[in-house]
């Protein structure tokens, strides 16, 4: 499998490598430990009410990673990062989270010489941050409170 060309990519390896990284990246950076959701009917989360941000990744792969989550679970994070207190980085906490577990996740699935090229990572609004057509998706829960992560193809966009 050459990674530069290979443009299928396996949905259980992609999971596997997205949890794992964001997991790793949720403990280091904001010192929260990530569970898997329990499965079916017992994750059920009002998504409209999720806030979504988005990284398009250009290189080895055409693909856009997400993340859903609540405003609890953004001020949960905040308030570790920042003991509490208000702040105007609160917004740039999950954004950087993104990045950072996106290339992780790059590495994790097509190993350590990958060299990724990224796009800033972004907030999705209306019909943007519609989950749909995943390759991948995630489930778990982060001190109760619901993260979604998916995995999409962007090979149309271009």
Request: aromatic residues 8%.
């Amino acid at each position: 499998m050459n990674p530069n060309t290979d443009l299928i990519l396996d949905p259980a390896k992609v999971s596997a490598c997205l949890a794992e990284s964001i997991s790793q990246v949720f403990a280091d950076m904001a010192f929260l430990d990530l569970m898997p959701a329990p499965p079916g009917d017992l994750f059920l989360v009002d998504e409209s009410a999720m806030e979504c941000i988005s990284l398009d990744v250009l290189k080895p792969v055409s693909i856009r990673i997400e993340l859903r989550f609540s405003g609890r679970l953004k001020k949960l994070v905040n308030d570790n990062l920042f003991s509490g207190e208000e702040t105007t980085e609160g917004d740039d906490s999950l954004l950087e989270i993104l990045n950072v577990s996106a290339g992780n996740f790059l590495i994790r699935y097509y190993g350590e010489n990958t060299e990724p090229k990224l796009e800033l990572p972004e907030y999705l609004f209306f019909e943007d941050s519609k989950g749909k057509d995943f390759i991948a998706q995630v489930n778990m829960l982060v001190e109760g409170e619901p993260l979604i992560a998916g995995v999409r193809s962007m090979r149309y966009h271009y």
